[in-house]
């Protein structure tokens, strides 16, 4: 009797110890507080499955927070998290100082899929450091119903003159039915990427060919002075504290007859179970003005790996997993193909059943072809990015630039006094920086 209680309780520390290291990994998640992402989450039960020794923590962050607490925590080599979300312009700076770790997927997983400008922005010398969750550049969502009801048509892509008018024609304040719904919330990948890629559509840029500053350039002054006047005419109350989110809802509640922004936004505009307009939205590619060069953005909500998680293997587990094939035939199994994280696949865009469900592919594919980040401006730049400067300083810089278009919108500021606060601000950043 004694051998057996002794072998018995031999047994339970065994049972004991095997269940403790099954629930020893734990991954911690910065994420977004995009749709996409929050439905990552609700369909995480099914990475759990398969993997039941992993134990999930969700950090959700509006973008400006996330922004600053993943950086803050890779620049100190705080160790928080194990997978964050991070853009375009981190991926390249970050994998450059080592603060990310590459990523190898089996063959399965056919990274050649991935689409090559959303490829090419996550990769550093060959290797790629981050996987596209989803991919975006920007378009016109637009109201057909109220752009017919006042004789108009929408261009394919209009110019932004063009925008004006029609949204001076459909503006119903009264009705609390806005022209246009446009970032107005500072930051640098808020307000700053909307007005970045207006301002390079009127043939502006953030420095010229010796890293110089062009805010106190005409082209600055016609750009700002455009999106302030429409906005304070035509847009939303409060338009200051707008970003995606804030814009997406008024959008979706009727209140908006034109938003552009990210191409991403297209699956909630247009589900039922999201949007009173559903059935009412049609679209357009992203404005012009002197130049088509740099009018809409291109973008990846990416996961990645810090160098300083103790939990990589399972971090690529998962990541391997948000990102695959088979997470988008999931996703159209739960909630139908037009509601799939889009932008980041060839095979996407190639599917008859997503083709058919979502009448916005086409363009959204169109739209993240034709984003150059090289070539984005009308007169040459130095840096890299459409709606940014892939530079470590430009992080800080354009959300205190953001801060001054902001303050702008608001009349706290003269649009004069907001770019030459701007070119101040980023005078003395570029100096300090060893630029020139």
Same mark, same amino acid.
């Given at each position: 009797?004694?051998?057996?209680?002794?072998?018995?309780?031999?047994?339970?520390?065994?049972?004991?110890?095997?269940?403790?290291?099954?629930?020893?990994?734990?991954?911690?998640?910065?994420?977004?507080?995009? #749709?996409?992402?929050?439905?990552?989450?609700?369909?995480?039960?099914?990475?759990?499955?398969?993997?039941? #020794?992993?134990?999930?923590?969700?950090?959700?962050?509006?973008?400006?927070?996330?922004?600053?607490?993943?950086?803050?925590?890779?620049?100190?080599?705080?160790?928080?998290?194990?997978?964050?979300?991070?853009?375009?312009?981190?991926?390249?700076?970050?994998?450059?100082?080592?603060?990310?770790?590459?990523?190898?997927? *089996?063959?399965?997983?056919?990274?050649?899929?991935?689409?090559?400008?959303?490829?090419?922005?996550?990769?550093?010398?060959?290797?790629?450091?981050?996987?596209?969750?989803?991919?975006?550049?920007?378009?016109?969502?637009?109201?057909?119903?109220?752009?017919?009801?006042?004789?108009?048509?929408?261009?394919?892509?209009?110019?932004?003159?063009?925008?004006?008018?029609?949204?001076?024609?459909?503006?119903?304040?009264?009705?609390? +039915?806005? #022209?246009?719904?446009?970032?107005?919330?500072? #930051?640098?990948?808020?307000?700053?990427?909307?007005?970045?890629?207006?301002?390079?559509?009127?043939?502006?840029?953030?420095? *010229?060919?010796?890293?110089?500053?062009?805010?106190?350039?005409?082209?600055?002054?016609?750009?700002? /002075?455009?999106?302030?006047?429409?906005?304070?005419?035509?847009?939303?109350?409060?338009?200051?504290?707008?970003?995606?989110?804030?814009?997406? +809802?008024?959008?979706?509640?009727?209140?908006?007859?034109?938003?552009? *922004?990210?191409?991403?936004?297209?699956?909630?505009?247009?589900?039922?179970?999201?949007?009173?307009?559903?059935?009412?939205?049609?679209?357009?590619?992203?404005?012009? +003005?002197?130049?088509?060069?740099?009018?809409?953005?291109?973008?990846?909500?990416?996961?990645?790996?810090?160098?300083?998680?103790?939990?990589?293997?399972?971090?690529?587990?998962?990541?391997?997993? +948000?990102?695959?094939?088979?997470?988008?035939?999931?996703?159209?199994?739960?909630?139908?193909?037009?509601?799939?994280?889009?932008?980041?696949?060839?095979?996407?865009?190639?599917?008859?059943?997503?083709?058919?469900?979502?009448?916005?592919?086409?363009?959204?594919?169109?739209?993240?072809?034709?984003?150059?980040?090289?070539?984005?401006?009308?007169?040459?730049?130095?840096?890299?990015?459409?709606?940014?400067?892939?530079?470590?300083?430009?992080?800080?810089?354009?959300?205190?630039?953001?801060?001054?278009? /902001?303050?702008?919108?608001?009349?706290?500021?003269?649009?004069?006094?907001?770019?030459?606060?701007?070119?101040?601000?980023?005078?003395?950043?570029?100096?300090?920086?060893?630029?020139?």
């Amino acid at each position: 009797m004694k051998k057996i209680i002794a072998n018995l309780a031999i047994l339970a520390i065994a049972m004991a110890i095997s269940l403790s290291a099954v629930a020893q990994t734990k991954l911690t998640i910065g994420t977004v507080n995009n #749709g996409d992402m929050v439905r990552m989450q609700s369909l995480a039960d099914e990475f759990k499955s398969k993997n039941p #020794g992993v134990e999930l923590v969700w950090v959700t962050l509006e973008e400006n927070m996330l922004r600053q607490r993943v950086t803050m925590d890779i620049a100190t080599k705080g160790g928080q998290f194990d997978v964050m979300t991070i853009g375009t312009y981190e991926v390249p700076i970050w994998g450059k100082k080592g603060w990310l770790v590459p990523l190898n997927f *089996d063959a399965a997983y056919d990274v050649d899929d991935i689409l090559p400008p959303i490829r090419s922005g996550l990769t550093l010398d060959g290797k790629l450091y981050a996987a596209p969750f989803y991919g975006e550049s920007s378009m016109i969502m637009y109201r057909k119903d109220l752009v017919s009801g006042v004789n108009m048509d929408m261009p394919q892509q209009p110019t932004w003159g063009q925008v004006y008018e029609i949204a001076r024609a459909i503006h119903e304040k009264d009705n609390g +039915a806005y #022209g246009i719904c446009l970032r107005g919330k500072a #930051g640098w990948g808020e307000n700053g990427a909307l007005i970045t890629t207006l301002s390079n559509a009127f043939g502006a840029r953030w420095f *010229d060919e010796k890293w110089r500053p062009q805010f106190d350039q005409p082209e600055w002054n016609h750009a700002l /002075s455009f999106y302030v006047d429409m906005m304070n005419k035509y847009g939303p109350p409060g338009a200051s504290s707008n970003g995606f989110n804030e814009n997406l +809802a008024l959008f979706n509640s009727g209140k908006c007859g034109m938003w552009i *922004d990210a191409t991403v936004a297209a699956s909630f505009v247009t589900n039922p179970k999201d949007s009173k307009v559903h059935d009412k939205v049609d679209f357009a590619q992203a404005p012009c +003005a002197v130049t088509c060069r740099g009018g809409n953005w291109l973008w990846a909500w990416s996961l990645a790996i810090p160098a300083g998680s103790k939990q990589s293997d399972a971090a690529m587990k998962f990541i391997s997993w +948000a990102t695959s094939k088979a997470y988008l035939e999931l996703v159209a199994s739960k909630e139908g193909w037009a509601n799939v994280p889009p932008g980041t696949r060839a095979s996407l865009y190639k599917n008859s059943e997503y083709l058919n469900a979502a009448p916005f592919a086409q363009m959204t594919l169109n739209s993240i072809k034709s984003a150059d980040p090289v070539n984005g401006t009308l007169k040459p730049k130095p840096y890299v990015g459409v709606q940014f400067a892939a530079i470590p300083e430009f992080q800080g810089l354009g959300t205190s630039v953001g801060q001054q278009f /902001s303050a702008a919108l608001t009349g706290k500021v003269s649009v004069k006094k907001a770019l030459e606060n701007a070119q101040r601000i980023a005078d003395r950043i570029m100096r300090k920086g060893g630029y020139y």
